[in-house]
């Protein structure tokens, strides 16, 4: 796959289907094109690292929105038409459209799109990549450090933590060093962003307010 992304193209038009799988080549885009939404949801590769749908607003299997609605925001869609009313525009934005393109498309207009699109489907993979990392770092935790871990990133001091667990402080000093060791965190403002994205730390904060 080219490094800049994967651009799928959904149109039941073939001469439009091979006019702009050539301009995104061209572009250094990875392209596959599909003259339908039943081929493309049966047979593309949605996990494929940065990618996007062109998609035709009017197919002869259904709409483009229906096509639009199973993806479920699976990827960034940038819808093309040859009608250009209001009405369609305003539906495909309501739906999550990055953008909606009138028929005949060019460069300047399609290009540009396409890599807003890529670039917004980029930084879902990237969040998606960090959280993956996120829960594996908590994985290796034992189950003690995962305490010591929702317990300190609620602010909870040191000595706090031992009463909470019934151990020593110094103990929670070794568990807090090896929760900082495995989760990466190169500083204790670092550890309670991981934990929030880890959904650690607001039960035991509950409990201590409660």
Not at 114 to 142: D, F, K, P, Y
Not at 147 to 173: C, F, H, I, P, R
Request: net charge negative; proline share 4%.
């Amino acid at each position: 796959m080219s490094e800049s992304g994967m651009v799928f193209v959904v149109d039941d038009d073939e001469s439009v289907r091979r006019a702009l799988a050539r301009l995104l080549h061209v572009a250094g885009y990875c392209v596959q094109t599909w003259p339908d939404g039943a081929s493309f949801l049966s047979e593309a590769d949605l996990d494929c690292g940065p990618a996007c749908l062109v998609l035709d607003l009017h197919l002869p299997d259904g709409s483009g929105l229906a096509v639009q609605e199973r993806l479920r925001a699976t990827l960034p869609v940038v819808f093309v038409s040859g009608d250009g009313d209001i009405l369609s525009t305003v539906d495909a934005m309501k739906h999550g459209a990055t953008d909606f393109l009138v028929k005949p498309l060019d460069e300047a207009r399609l290009l540009p799109a396409v890599a807003r699109a890529l670039a917004l489907s980029a930084s879902a993979c990237a969040q998606r990549e960090e959280l993956e990392q996120i829960h594996a770092c908590v994985g290796m935790l034992t189950p003690r450090e995962r305490e010591v871990m929702a317990l300190v990133v609620t602010g909870l001091l040191n000595k706090q933590v031992a009463g909470v667990l019934g151990t020593a402080e110094s103990t929670v000093k070794i568990h807090r060093a090896r929760v900082m060791e495995k989760m990466r965190a190169r500083s204790f403002a670092e550890l309670i962003r991981l934990a929030d994205k880890a959904g650690m730390g607001e039960p035991q904060a509950a409990l201590m307010r409660g």
